[in-house]
């Protein structure tokens, strides 16, 4: 059969609302733009463990250090998920974190930002683990199937992060005049980065139109964007909290937030390395990945060293 049928069988299947699986038949195109989100979205995961690893040290107390050292290492095993999704499409994990480490391949911008107070750990659970619900929400209703499999997961576990962090946010809030300046002044550094978080605009979005077709966008990056705004308001309300922005404005008719301009200029300026910390986060995966060599080393030894005894055997 042509390739110009199968691929109609495949949009029909994608029209219809089936699920893709790895061993079906599907295009070129749709396994490359998955494979570049899928390792994207597994690469910040990895990255995205630094900013908050960096307080785990500093915890205040024994409580708040074990629920962030669990986070951190949730966001370790959410990139596995997402390393293993992505083989699933024939793709290599080795090459995948070498285009990281060495190569030019993306991470989310906002860990690009440096985490300066301990309130910064409350505010990424509330903001940036809130802001990734609302994408993976959608991505956990997508048509690949290892992929949607893998978000709904991840989503269980990041609702605990969201609500840890948010609880982090809350006391600081209602703690004293330092802690709610500290946290304050989080909240007013993480909040714009958090929206950009949801890509560009829908009409700057090059690989929207072609991934909503293949329904594995369902919403567009705006909507989303809309969407986390929508939902964080309120709560930054409930808690006392300013968000930093003067023209957020409730329009009552449509049921939205409306909010100001975001400055899309320093979103490409940080995705493409000019962020505060791109190249301190690089450093610190090469730096982990050359040092963690021989583990690696040590674990294909074993499995070799039981390969043999299962032959013996
Ligand atoms: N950062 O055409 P679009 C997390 C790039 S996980 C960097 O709109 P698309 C958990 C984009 O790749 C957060 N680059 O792209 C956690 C494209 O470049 P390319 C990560 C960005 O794919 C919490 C170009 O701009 N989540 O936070 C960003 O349709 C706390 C044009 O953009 C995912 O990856 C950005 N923010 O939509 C961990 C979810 N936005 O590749 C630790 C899966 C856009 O053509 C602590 N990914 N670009 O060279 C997605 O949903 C989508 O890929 C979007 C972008 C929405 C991110």
């Not at 609702?159 to 004293?176: C, M, P, R, S, Y």
């Not at 991934?211 to 409930?238: C, G, H, Y």
């Not at 320093?266 to 610190?284: S, T």
Request: glycine share 6%; charged share 25%.
């Amino acid at each position: 059969m042509s390739d110009i049928i199968l691929d109609k069988q495949f949009e029909d299947r994608i029209e219809a609302g089936e699920v893709i699986e790895p061993k079906d038949r599907m295009p070129e195109k749709y396994k490359k733009q998955l494979v570049r989100m899928i390792s994207q979205h597994a690469h910040s995961e990895i990255v995205g463990m630094l900013p908050e690893g960096n307080w785990i040290t500093r915890a205040p107390s024994l409580r708040r250090k074990m629920g962030l050292l669990a986070k951190v290492q949730d966001e370790a095993g959410h990139g596995l998920y997402l390393y293993s999704a992505a083989e699933t499409l024939g793709v290599d994990r080795q090459e995948l974190l070498e285009q990281l480490l060495y190569g030019n391949a993306k991470y989310s911008s906002i860990f690009n930002y440096p985490t300066l107070s301990w309130a910064d750990v409350g505010v990424i659970g509330w903001l940036v683990d809130g802001a990734a619900i609302v994408n993976q929400t959608m991505l956990a209703k997508c048509s690949y199937g290892p992929y949607a499999r893998a978000n709904l997961r991840i989503c269980k576990e990041e609702n605990f992060h969201k609500k840890q962090g948010f609880e982090i946010v809350a006391t600081l809030a209602d703690g004293t005049p330092a802690q709610r300046k500290m946290v304050q002044d989080a909240v007013n550094r993480w909040w714009w980065p958090s929206l950009m978080m949801f890509g560009p605009p829908d009409d700057d979005s090059p690989n929207s139109p072609q991934l909503m077709r293949w329904k594995v966008k369902l919403k567009s990056n705006d909507e989303l964007r809309q969407r986390f705004v929508d939902l964080t308001v309120p709560q930054a309300i409930a808690v006392n909290i300013t968000l930093p922005d003067p023209e957020l404005k409730l329009n009552e008719e449509a049921g939205h937030w409306e909010f100001g301009k975001i400055d899309w200029n320093e979103f490409f300026d940080v995705i493409k390395g000019k962020g505060h910390m791109n190249q301190e986060r690089m450093n610190a995966r090469r730096k982990a990945h050359e040092d963690g060599a021989w583990v690696r080393e040590a674990a294909l030894a074993y499995a070799g060293k039981q390969k043999s005894v299962a032959e013996i055997a």
